[in-house]
Antibody, heavy 118, light 106 residues
Framework: EVQLVESGGGLIQPGGSLRLSCGASGFTVRSNYMSWVRQAPGKGLEWVSVIYSGANTYYAESVKGRFTISRDNSKNTLILQMNSLRAEDTAIYYC????????????WGQGALVTVSS | IVMTQSPATLSVSPGERATLSCRASQSVSSNLAWYQQKPGQAPRLLIYGASTRATGIPARFSGSGSGTEFTLTISSLQSEDFALYYCQHFNNWPLTFGGGTKVEIK
């Protein structure tokens, strides 16, 4: 059974940094395309970033230059480093997998809440 | 690509049919997925490739369409189907979602 578990969320001041992790079981992160998707309180879904199995990455314009997606293959973990955080980055952050190689999301974590506020 | 879902809210009685629409601002071929989301939960994949049900999804869920116009149909609504539904294209970057349709009990 595939399980994705996010951690690292919390309350952070504007301009601060936070690192989210997504640990996987029953699934090999390095062999699959993986994304981060976020959902602001009471709002819809927004794709944030993807990492290919070959380590190519793409970002939404709203986070480009501030967020970095990566993997820790030794820990089978997906990472999102978030810098220069803004109030509008407040959201639940989900890690999600594209296990078939097509870019729909077939496995999701339970989400980690990031709140950017002073 | 902007994804537009309608209606924003759909009021349906249990056992009735629900038809949800999703429109893309340009063609996405059949690169379209549908998700269901319940309060406090992550989204769940229902349909990919516009019409293929994901593993474990009941046959009452069906998807159709291609290009710019897509439909999700729930043939006979069960109590567990009252939720939010999102469409998402995966034709190119960036991936984008529709704003969602809430299916509520009439």
């Amino acid at each position: 059974e595939v399980q994705l578990v996010e951690s690292g969320g919390g309350l952070i001041q504007p301009g601060g940094s936070l690192r989210l992790s997504c640990g996987a079981s029953g699934f090999t992160v390095r062999s699959n395309y993986m994304s981060w998707v976020r959902q602001a309180p009471g709002k819809g879904l927004e794709w944030v970033s993807v990492i290919y199995s070959g380590a190519n990455t793409y970002y939404a314009e709203s986070v480009k230059g501030r967020f970095t997606i990566s993997r820790d293959n030794s820990k089978n973990t997906l990472i999102l480093q978030m810098n220069s955080l803004r109030a509008e980055d407040t959201a639940i952050y989900y890690c999600a997998a594209h296990s078939t190689g097509y870019f729909y999301f077939d496995f999701w974590g339970q989400g980690a809440l990031v709140t950017v506020s002073s | 690509i902007v994804m537009t879902q309608s209606p924003a809210t759909l009021s349906v009685s249990p056992g009735e049919r629900a038809t949800l629409s999703c429109r893309a601002s340009q063609s996405v071929s059949s690169n379209l997925a549908w998700y269901q989301q319940k309060p406090g939960q992550a989204p769940r994949l229902l349909i990919y490739g516009a019409s293929t049900r994901a593993t474990g999804i009941p046959a009452r869920f069906s998807g159709s369409g291609s290009g710019t116009e897509f439909t999700l149909t729930i043939s006979s609504l069960q109590s567990e189907d009252f939720a939010l539904y999102y469409c998402q294209h995966f034709n190119n970057w960036p991936l984008t979602f529709g704003g969602g349709t809430k299916v509520e009990i009439k």
